[in-house]
């Protein structure tokens, strides 16, 4: 049986894989994308505006970058679920990415430099908070008229791409489901995946929404307008 | 030539820059510009999500912009966009939108709906799908002088009823005044009152201002029906009368959509900055009544509130000088909840009074403003936009509402210390 | 030649009681994850024990595995195993040198046709006809398949001859490879480890000696009695782990509270063997116990998988040819692309024909 096995890749094969050649793939289809999409974006460029702004403003594309970040007074009291879900959703993945030790050491590792993280057993309870998080985007998609008109196979797929680094890496923390060497290859790849699929789905938002918004706020500045 | 859908698809491929690739490049439909905008909020009918509008914009970026757009239309993977979606997409573009741009202020990836349904209405009108209503009123700018088709000889009927009622010349085509007054129709047609007060407030303030008999109509329907070339052509009328009186600033009039044109899109649509500044009324007001030069008696003790006009407050950013004005003239002033720029449409401007199609539903989103309205008690309600007064004043005789309406500079006008005006 | 005697004779004769013998073959099944009822049947089993012949080809070894089987300060039961089979062929251990060693081996692998067990240590060279590895005169290759056609089974013992070990380390220049990338068609046990644990070695030949068979081996050959848990399961500093209580360098605080060393670059998760349990030295300690991460040394190209002290969870450095090659196709796809849009907006706008009010509707048909 183990010869079968064996001729194909073997648990630890994919883990080495992954952690080699599978991170440089991943690494170097997410700035071919970012290239690609960073041109198609630019390329088509803004003309000058000729109106005089307004000499003082309240507004700028650079504040708005940062105040968008919180929703308006008014969609709070209309629906808070949706800001709520979607923000647990953020924070719980960034701080399971960013906060969890082991991922400190990967970015020591690439970047030289690291800082602290947080206590295991939280990052553990994070993560499935955040699992829980993304049912309840995916629910939002399905439930609500509004996100089910406007969603396509991108918005479903999105959620599964971030879903699973979050559940494989759980299971390998746990040594649960499977080995955990074929675990751990697992998680590993579904981050790659996500990361070499970012620029090509709608989660290239990441880096845009630091564009759209400050187009939104400039727009809205050079008239006088905080937006 | 007439419309086709090719001029339409050009139009389109035109329009598209930067700022749209990152709105749709950002977009996560998460639908909450939905809960932002009147047309859905009282409907609950998801067609009306406001990034909904854009699919077919969407679409020719998608397929003439992007590598795999062009590649999955190449391979037959999508299909590019037809003349029947862009025709059924017009009510959308059309009769539940006013451009007035709270979408805009929402959108937690910062997407400017209201930009991309401007542009977008380039291509649906240059495909003739612009509703009927809101093109004959586009044509009867051109053709006649203004949208509701008056001319100059109605102007001076107004006028000379306006010098008989305060005693006052209104000037015309005085060269080097320092201001140049523009009129909606609107306000020529329903609310002549605002000549009048114009007339009192300058002689107190000691303003040296003029109409013009070449360019009295601010309204501009090629804003509102989206067509740059007439809307240039409209503003031109504007810049040529005014450097040729050669007149400091022109005064944008109490209409919304009329500001927009002139102040902000216009320098943009005849490719150069104005030798004029461009001011609305309110800012000018309030800046004679900063300057001590509007002397006012006495107060309105009514409960009142103030709705804002979108082009002049979100779009524009004239928000906090209609509210020092109300300090001189309102004892009693009280806020709507959501006041200011987040302050809800009335439901009737950029061209949806004007589209008898959208009559039904602009009915319905009035309800927004009415619930506002009667949270805060009041029955007067000020604004400064002739368009807003209009279609507050349908929708509550459609609800059965008792409530007064009046336009902040007659207002002010009204409260002007006597001696000084005669 | 081998000796005829059976294993109780050698047992008496080395003055080990009756009672020392059953208490040995107890703690053997139940090392082997066996019932403790079958305590009897492996007696019984080592009872009858006809010495079978084993042949020891050593490769491309250190000698190291050797070292550590071979190891021991007392005579220790686990050499007695040694005297319960007939080593007719071991370069370090046999009297013999030279042709008459090679004479032995000849015989003995005539004689027992069919019935002798084949140990093999090292890896087999491929490279250049196998000459990077040769014996009196023989590449490795070519003794190996020799001796496994009368092999009854092959324990590939050491990492090397398990999975190919450091010769087959990156770049390989021997053309290293693993028993089983050469033998397809006998049983093989691979008893991974550099080196491995002296007990796994005989807990093996003690459950072949009892049942004739091969024991339940994993996904990579290995007996699952041994090599069933990662280090990482069984390891005493676990809840350091878990509690995310890490040492960041070999000698700071958390080093010297003896915390987990994840961050030090132990491969404790990923390696399966007996370390953490049965440990090394008669179960005096094992490098995690001394301060050191696991090196994961019974895994394949564990001399492969980054270093030693670059955490799992961090990359291994390989050439960066791929990303830079990608970021560059990215560039250049995006600036044609670029150019592309430019162009294409820039036509539609010249091509633009103002649109005046007589423009606004189609036709009428």
Known sequence: MWMIWKSLMSETDLLLWTRGPGFQWALGLFLLGMALRGFELFSLGRRRDLAAPRAHSPGSGWRTIFTRSLPKWSTWRRTPATPLIAYGFHIGFFATLFLFPPHIQLALNIFGFSWPGLPSPLIDALALLTLLAVAGLAAGRLLDPVKRLISGFD????????????????????????????????????????????????????????????????????????? | MSASFERGYHALMEVIDAPVASFFMSCVHCGLCAQACLFYTETGDPQYTPIYKLEPLKKVWLHEYTLFGRISSRLGLSKKLTDEELAAWSPLVYDSCTLCGRCSMVCPVGNDIAYMVRKIRE?????????????????????????????????????????????????????????????????IINFPEYLGSLARIFKQAGVSWTLSSEAFEATNSGIQIGVSDIAREIVLKIVNAAEKLQVRSVISPECGHAFTALRWEGPNLIGRPYNFAVVHILELLDQLRAEGRIKTDGQLDTPLTFHDPCQIARRGGVIEQPRRLLGEVAADFREMEDAGVMNWCCGGGGGVSANPRAEAIMIKAFKRKKDQLEATGAHTLVTACANCRIVIEEGLEAYDMNVKVIGLTELVAEHLKQEETS | ???????????????????????????????MALPPGMAPSVAAALDKAQ???????????????????????????????????????????QAASGEAAEAARATAMKQFFGKYLLVVDGSIPLKDGGVYSTIAGRSNLDMLQEAAKGAAAIVAVGTCAAFGGIPHANPNPTGAVAVSDIIKDKPIINVSGCPPIPVVITGVLAHYLTFGTLPELDGLGRPKAFYGESIHDRCYR??????????????????????????????????????????????????????????????????????????????????????????????????TIGLWNRHVQTQARREHVAVNVDDLEKPHE
């Open chain 1, 155 to 227: 918005d479903y797929a999105v959620l599964v791409l971030s879903a699973l680094p979050l559940l494989t890496g759980y299971f390998a923390f746990h040594h649960q489901i499977l080995s955990y060497t074929l675990m751990l290859a697992l998680h590993i790849l579904s981050a790659e995946l996500l990361l070499a699929l970012m620029p090509f789905t709608s989660l290239v938002h990441f880096a845009t929404l630091l564009v759209a918004r400050w187009y939104n706020g400039d727009i809205a500045g050079r008239k006088g307008v905080a937006s």
């Open chain 2, 123 to 187: 291509g649906m009108a240059a495909a003739g799908h612009a509703p009927q209503g809101v093109i004959e009123a586009t044509q009867r700018t051109i053709r006649l002088g203004s949208p509701m088709g008056i001319k100059l000889q109605a102007l001076q009927t107004q006028i000379r009823a306006q010098e008989a009622e305060t005693g006052l010349t209104i000037p015309i085509d005085q060269q080097s005044a320092d201001y140049l007054a523009l009129l909606s129709s609107m306000e």
């Open chain 3, 1 to 31: 030649m081998s000796d005829k005697l059976s294993l109780p004779a050698i047992l008496e004769a080395h003055g080990i009681s009756r009672r020392e013998f059953l208490k040995f073959c107890g703690s053997l099944a139940a090392l």
């Open chain 3, 51 to 93: 010495r079978p012949s084993v042949i020891w080809l050593s490769f491309q070894e250190c000698t190291g595995c050797t070292e550590s089987l071979s190891r021991s300060h007392n005579p220790t039961l686990e050499a007695l195993i040694f005297d319960a089979i007939s080593l007719d062929y071991h370069h370090t251990l």
């Open chain 3, 238 to 335: 676990r809840p350091f782990y878990d509690q995310g209580k890490f040492a960041k360098t070999f000698d700071d605080e958390g080093a010297r509270n003896g915390w987990c060393l994840f961050e030090l670059g132990c491969k404790g998760p990923t390696t399966f063997n007996a370390c953490a349990t049965t440990k090394w030295n008669q179960g005096t300690s094992f490098p995690i116990e001394s301060g050191h991460g696991c090196l994961g040394c019974s895994e394949p190209n564990f001399w492969d998988a980054g270093s030693f002290y670059n955490p799992l969870s961090a990359p291994i450095p390989t050439s960066n040819k791929v990303v830079l090659g990608a970021a560059a196709v990215g560039v250049a796809a995006g600036a």
